[in-house]
């Protein structure tokens, strides 16, 4: 790891002025996954890091419709919130599945967001063929082992999975995020936040180079309203999704009146499944119309022989979760 220059940011203005300034500058908040990236696997090496830990952007507030939480709350202080675990039970078990409680304790809820793949190609700096780290380079993983990766929004370009649970749920539900920039806030729904690889893995979000996210808007479900976060790993310690669902539904008398459906563990961003959630729409809840959504939710994937499994593994993830929610067998 080279040298590199540590500031302490004390206003947001002045972290995303000296950032944009400078293209080898970076932020620095939990550290949880910046440090793995240029120690452990030593494929970033900025110049200059700007550490956000103390800014004014850790906090958490709940309003009749919505709650929001500033880009430094901590995976643990969100999880413990009693609106998040009332009204949000999809959001709390995301993040308990997450990590484990001393990395739930570091990491930020911006950073989540943010974190990068753990694609074994993308973080082995001795791997030539990787689009996201040199575009153009082609993707190895496509030709090689590739167990932990996705089949939805994939393509030859890129295969590479996104790794986090929390977003899957946020973007089932509609949140967005507020981001500070040079010229001042704007808002973007976390569904068009993320980007497919298409031809630019190397370009994983709408962030320009310097963009701050300073508060994610996370709208809350009606209080009868049923939801939960299944998630099918390796091994029930911390470990990533080889599949995951985030699910959300309004029961009237047996029949689905509203679901949301957010899947992980097998999208190169995290994945609305917004087809399936109209098809359950005005719906019986049963195995019947739950396995006809996830047919849906799982249309078209791209795999390699490493990847095949996850098809029927997603599409069994996504009927289990919706018997959970509704309680039906």
Request: aromatic share 4%.
């Amino acid at each position: 790891m080279r040298p590199f220059e540590y500031i302490q940011a004390t206003e947001p203005a002045q972290a995303v002025a000296t950032v944009t300034a400078d293209p080898d500058a970076d932020y620095l908040a939990g550290g949880t996954t910046e440090v793995d990236l240029m120690l452990k696997d030593g494929i970033i090496s900025p110049d200059r890091l700007v550490d956000i830990t103390r800014l004014p952007l850790k906090w958490i507030t709940a309003g009749a419709d919505a709650i929001r939480v500033g880009a430094t709350t901590t995976m643990e202080e969100l999880a413990a919130d009693p609106v998040v675990s009332a009204r949000l039970p999809l959001v709390r078990e995301a993040l308990l599945r997450s990590a484990s409680v001393q990395l739930r304790n570091m990491a930020t809820i911006g950073g989540n967001l943010l974190q990068r793949t753990r694609c074994r190609y993308f973080r082995d700096p001795t791997v030539d063929a990787c689009n996201k780290r040199e575009p153009g380079s082609g993707c190895a993983a496509v030709r090689g082992p590739a167990r932990m990766h996705a089949i939805l929004g994939a393509s030859k370009n890129c295969i590479a999975l996104n790794a986090s649970d929390l977003a899957v749920s946020l973007v089932a539900l509609d949140a967005s995020v507020q981001i500070l920039g040079p010229s001042g806030m704007h808002r973007v729904p976390l569904t068009e936040f993320y980007l497919e690889p298409r031809d630019t893995p190397d370009v994983e979000t709408v962030l320009a180079h310097g963009e701050l996210i300073t508060e994610i808007e996370i709208p809350l479900l009606p209080p009868a309203a049923r939801s939960a976060y299944l998630k099918v790993r390796d091994r029930t310690s911390y470990e990533f999704a080889l599949a995951s669902a985030a699910v959300a539904v309004e029961l009237d008398g047996g029949v689905i009146r509203a679901a949301r459906i957010g899947l992980g563990g097998v999208g190169t961003i995290p994945w609305r499944a917004f087809d399936a959630e109209h098809l359950l729409s005005g719906k019986p809840a049963g195995d019947a119309a739950f396995r006809a959504a996830a047919e849906v939710a799982v249309r078209d994937p791209f795999t390699v022989p490493g990847t095949a499994f996850k098809v029927e593994l997603a599409k069994r993830t996504l009927v289990r979760a919706l018997h959970t929610v509704t309680d039906t067998p």
